[in-house]
């Protein structure tokens, strides 16, 4: 289980904080939800948090977003490596692909990327670097709140679903 660390030495808005808010949401809806499979078949059309997760390809269930959420959870404590690894087989193949297929146009493309300046290419892309970050850890932030809502909220609908709505949160 991952180390969550207090509050107070982080900032209200840190990335820690949020995947404590997370993390806690998930732990705490995992010790409520004591008979999972009570969520099958259990429309998620009364929750617009957790409608806003369904996908316009798939129609889930109360219980396909809680393995969801648990997956989730577990990919933050204990990272995406098997997810990783199959993204970077694939790239290698790709790789090997395009290789083989576009290796006459090496030679003319390389004399052009001869003649660009190094340290301008070394200050855009640090500069491209700290927007991307930016933007990635602004979506990760906002991702991670809709979770930890949507956490809370499938909490309260399993509660009323089986009678204890009026309880708790």
């Given at each position: 289980?991952?180390?969550q660390l207090p509050e107070t030495l982080n900032p209200k808005n840190s990335l820690?904080?949020?995947?404590?808010?997370?993390?806690?949401?998930v732990n705490n809806m995992d010790q409520t939800v004591m008979v999972p499979s009570?969520?099958?078949?259990?429309?998620?059309?009364?929750?617009?948090?957790?409608?806003?997760?369904?996908?316009?390809?798939?129609?889930?269930?109360m219980y396909s977003y809680y393995q969801l959420l648990k997956s989730i959870r577990?990919?933050?404590?204990?990272?995406?490596?098997?997810?990783?690894?199959?993204?970077?087989?694939?790239?290698?193949?790709?790789?090997?692909?395009?290789?083989?297929?576009?290796?006459?146009?090496?030679?003319?493309?390389?004399?052009?990327?001869?003649?660009?300046?190094?340290?301008?290419?070394?200050?855009?892309?640090?500069?491209?670097?700290?927007?991307?970050?930016?933007?990635?850890?602004?979506?990760?932030?906002?991702?991670?709140?809709?979770?930890?809502?949507?956490?809370?909220?499938?909490?309260?609908?399993?509660?009323?679903?089986?009678?204890?709505?009026?309880?708790?949160?």
């Amino acid at each position: 289980m991952m180390m969550q660390l207090p509050e107070t030495l982080n900032p209200k808005n840190s990335l820690f904080n949020a995947m404590n808010r997370f993390i806690g949401a998930v732990n705490n809806m995992d010790q409520t939800v004591m008979v999972p499979s009570l969520l099958r078949d259990v429309p998620l059309d009364e929750d617009r948090e957790l409608v806003s997760l369904k996908s316009d390809t798939e129609e889930g269930d109360m219980y396909s977003y809680y393995q969801l959420l648990k997956s989730i959870r577990q990919d933050i404590e204990w990272g995406v490596r098997c997810a990783t690894a199959t993204a970077d087989e694939k790239r290698k193949e790709g790789m090997t692909l395009s290789r083989t297929s576009s290796s006459g146009s090496t030679t003319s493309s390389a004399s052009s990327v001869a003649s660009y300046s190094s340290e301008e290419d070394e200050e855009d892309d640090e500069e491209d670097l700290h927007e991307q970050f930016q933007y990635h850890l602004t979506g990760l932030q906002g991702v991670l709140s809709k979770l930890t809502q949507s956490a809370h909220s499938l909490t309260k609908r399993y509660k009323k679903e089986i009678g204890i709505g009026g309880w708790g949160q």
